[in-house]
Each structure stands twice: as structure tokens, then as C-alpha cells.
């Protein structure tokens, strides 16, 4: 187990400690809303992961630094960025600030990080989660995100896979996820990849590809995500209540969308595909 002196640690000024548990070659499980939190998979995975468990909350990240809160442009842009408030009667009585919290399970040698994805000072953001790691012994992160693609609701989402060095490809295989061929517009997560070796941590993302055509919480990209993710980490992920939710949420967009003819037909089309390439693969 690597074992680091926290007072030689030089740990930035945006990261809160609350509490220091002794884990032993921990994993951290990590979930940002924004870029890859479509279908809320990304915090709906970690947040069921955290279930019933006796979490203890460990560390923040202070906020300010990191998010544009006042964008210049139309009204339904600004509204992307701004705090929610909430008004009673004249009263401002809530206002919600972006939130960045770890919680332990070190019984388990589990640590989960639920916060959004930084507008700026990525490097900044970053340093905070590897030094957390390091102060915890964390020598694993697993992300857990999604993508919209072409894949229907009515079938199992594509898991795909994305490791920080070359020599973790044979866990993408292990655990039957897609490697990642993507190009373009990166993530938080792509950059926590790419810097993940410098400070002696492996790093797996994992993302579910989810219809493209649904907006809100997909429960079936939630619950294939959380499968995944308990045999990675050996451990049970009680999923029972998330079947029947995937059960009636798929009922529910079924017939929904079977009000739409264009879109049923489209829907068709995708299944066919789908079906396809499942045939091609078991041929090959």
C-alpha cells in the first residue's frame, strides 16, 4: 500500500478536509453532472452505489473558483450557468450553489465524489481530487458517465470503456466494454485520464451510450452502468428496485412514444440496426 505524509503535502486551497479515514488501496467512484450526465447516469450510478451504505462525508471543493455563475449572451443561455433560487412570498429562501463532496465507505475502502464538472481551472480542480487521493491511498478512479447515440430504449445501452494507460486495455475486455474511439469535444473526465498516471493512479471510464430522442432520468443506462460497475469492483449493488423502475419507465416511454408515428418508426429502424449488428458480432 503506498503511504504518503500528509504534512508534506502542499494540498490546494479550494479542497476542504472534513475527515482523513485509513483506507487501504481505496477506489474512488466519481460522478459529475454537465457534459456526461445526460439521463442523469453519471450521478444516479454513484449516488445508488452510495445507497444504503454508512457513508461518512470526507472533503469538499470550495466552488467559486471554478464556475461561471454570470455568462453574457441571450437569457436561455445565462440560465445554463446561473444558481437556482427559490422565492416564498417575497423571501429569498434557498439559493443552490454548485456542490463537490467526497463521502468514504472505509469499510469497504470506497470513496465517492458526486460535484459538476468545472467550468475553469481544470488543472486547479484536478489537483484537488489526486491529492485527496493520495491523502486516502486511492489508487483506483472509476468514472461513470454517458453519451447520446442510436441506440433504442427498448434494448440494452453500449457500454464503452476508456482506461489512463495501455497496459489497463485488458480490463475493457475482462469486464465487456467497448474501447473508446472517440474524437472531439473532451470532458472533465478525458482530462482526469490523461493526467491520472502522472500521479500513480489507474483510472477506468465508463460510459453507457443512451438514446438520443429522451431527456430526464434513463434507469436502464443507470442500472446497466451499476451491474458493470459492481463486477469490477467484486462487490453486490442491490438492483432489484432499479429493475422494476427500468420495467415501468420503458413501459412508459413505449407508449409514448407510440403516439408519435414518425418517431416509432425511427425507433424501428434503430432496433433493426441494433439487432443487426448483435447478429454480426455472434458471427464473427
Not at 243 to 254: F, H, I, L, Y
Request: charged share 25%; hydrophobic share 40%; aromatic share 8%.
Amino acid at each position: 500500500m503506498r503511504t504518503y505524509n500528509a504534512a508534506d503535502m502542499d494540498t490546494p486551497s479550494q479542497l476542504k478536509l472534513h475527515a482523513e479515514p485509513k483506507l487501504s488501496s481505496a477506489t474512488l467512484l466519481l460522478a459529475l453532472t454537465g457534459w456526461m450526465d445526460g439521463g442523469d447516469v453519471s450521478t444516479g450510478t454513484v449516488k445508488m452505489a452510495m445507497g444504503r451504505r454508512e457513508v461518512k462525508r470526507v472533503a469538499t471543493i470550495d466552488p467559486e473558483d471554478f464556475y461561471i455563475y454570470n455568462f453574457p449572451g441571450s437569457m436561455e443561455i445565462a440560465a445554463l450557468f446561473r444558481p437556482e433560487v427559490k422565492y416564498e412570498r417575497g423571501v429569498v429562501t434557498q439559493i443552490e450553489m454548485p456542490a463537490n463532496a467526497f463521502w468514504a465507505d472505509a469499510e469497504q475502502n470506497l470513496v465517492f465524489f458526486v460535484g459538476r464538472e468545472p467550468n475553469l481551472k481544470w488543472q486547479t480542480f484536478s489537483d484537488c481530487i489526486f491529492d485527496l487521493s493520495k491523502r486516502l491511498n486511492i489508487t483506483r478512479i472509476i468514472f461513470m458517465g454517458s453519451f447520446g447515440g442510436s441506440v433504442p430504449h427498448t434494448r440494452e445501452p453500449r457500454l464503452y470503456g476508456s482506461v489512463s494507460q495501455p497496459k489497463l486495455r485488458k480490463l475493457l475486455k475482462q469486464y465487456g466494454l467497448r474501447p473508446s474511439d472517440y474524437e472531439g469535444p473532451g470532458s472533465f473526465a478525458s482530462f482526469l485520464l490523461h493526467e491520472a498516471p502522472k500521479h500513480d493512479i489507474e483510472m477506468l471510464s465508463l460510459v453507457a451510450e443512451i438514446p438520443s430522442y429522451l431527456q430526464g432520468t434513463n434507469p436502464l443506462s443507470i442500472e446497466a452502468i451499476s451491474r458493470r460497475l459492481a463486477a469490477i469492483l467484486g462487490q453486490p449493488i442491490d438492483l432489484d428496485t432499479m429493475r422494476e423502475t427500468s420495467n415501468d419507465w420503458e413501459s412508459r416511454v413505449t407508449a409514448a412514444v407510440e403516439k408519435d408515428e414518425e418517431l416509432a418508426e425511427t425507433i424501428r429502424k434503430l432496433e433493426e440496426a441494433y439487432d443487426n449488428e448483435l447478429i454480426e458480432a455472434e458471427g464473427a
